[in-house]
């Protein structure tokens, strides 16, 4: 793994933790609005996956997060090594290695994140949900530069 990429890692799974910490701390009587109507910090103990999926089954889960960290690290082999990358694999490690920490320890992930949209409540979440999602863009546009293959940056 290169250093780039362990350090954003490392950096994400502690953000993640702290702010998990703080949150679970100053929420743990009630909610705060931030912007009415649009974003509040809500303390919610996550027993499944995104919206919920899956939820009850945390060794399903923490096999799965596994199985991925498994898979993204032969993934990496693949794609060029520049700095983007690095980053977008680091998020991505340390972002499941957050939720990973939260169902081996508690048995459950904390999220704290709650947006409502066009009076539509998404499901509450937290930093390492951030990182996953951001890295996800990250290879996405990776894999649309060609960079996924032996460093090839070839157009598509």
């Known amino acids: 793994m290169n250093k780039k990429l362990f350090i954003v890692a490392i950096i ?12 679970e701390e100053m929420l743990a009587l009630h909610n705060i609005t931030i912007i009415k109507n649009f ?7 996550n027993k ?3 919206w919920g999926i ?3 089954n945390k060794m399903l889960l923490i096999g799965i997060t596994i199985i991925a960290v498994v898979i993204i690290f ?3 082999k693949g794609f060029k090594k520049n700095t983007r990358n690095s980053i977008a694999f680091g998020l991505l490690l340390g972002g499941l ?4 920490a939260d169902r081996l320890l508690l048995g459950y992930v904390r999220d704290f994140l709650d947006f409502t949209i066009i009076n539509y409540n998404y499901p509450v979440f937290n930093i390492s949900d951030i990182a996953i999602v951001v890295s996800v863009i990250l290879l996405i546009y990776a894999i649309l530069k060609g960079e996924d293959s032996d ?6």
């Open 54 to 56: 899956f939820s009850g």
């Open 12 to 23: 994400t799974l502690i953000v993640d933790q702290i702010s998990k910490i703080v949150m």
């Open 48 to 50: 499944g996956a995104a």
């Open 97 to 100: 290695s957050g939720n990973l």
């Open 74 to 76: 032969s993934l990496l």
């Open 39 to 45: 974003f509040r910090l809500t303390l919610v103990y």
């Open 151 to 156: 460093g090839n940056t070839s157009k598509r």
